[in-house]
């Protein structure tokens, strides 16, 4: 069993960056796949990104590419996800997630996630 704990949400101005992390207890963390997702008020939860158990695999969603960067240190059990140039459409409560289930395109939907944390909120001013 994993246990997240997300940290580093806040209050920034649009244009300007946040660094969020995830910490995971268990020993065998990097036999997780994790992403981050995210849910805005009165809209769905989606996905933001996707690291692969080693980190060699990425997957971002369309309206992060090129801004947001998801990273992993397996030794100290935790994800990263550096948003830079953020916009008042990110405002929104994020979380990490994991799963055992191997790298594909399964694991770029919310469905398949075992293991949640309680999010960290992201507001961005205009």
């Known amino acids: 069993q994993v246990q997240l704990v997300e940290s580093g949400g806040g209050l920034v101005q649009a244009g300007g960056s946040l660094r969020l992390s995830c910490a995971a207890s268990g020993r065998t963390f990097s036999s997780y796949v994790v992403g981050w997702f995210r849910q805005a008020a009165g809209k769905p939860r989606e996905t933001v990104a996707v690291i692969s158990r080693r980190g060699s695999s990425t997957y971002y969603a369309d309206s992060v590419k090129g801004r947001f960067t998801i990273s992993r240190d397996n030794a100290k059990n935790t994800v990263f996800l550096q948003m830079n140039s953020l916009n008042t459409e990110d405002t929104a409560v994020y979380y990490c997630?994991?799963?055992?289930?191997?790298?594909?395109?399964?694991?770029?939907?919310?469905?398949?996630?075992?293991?949640w944390g309680q999010g960290t909120q992201v507001t961005v001013s205009s």
């Open positions: 997630a994991a799963t055992p289930r191997g790298w594909g395109a399964v694991v770029f939907t919310t469905t398949v996630y075992d293991y």
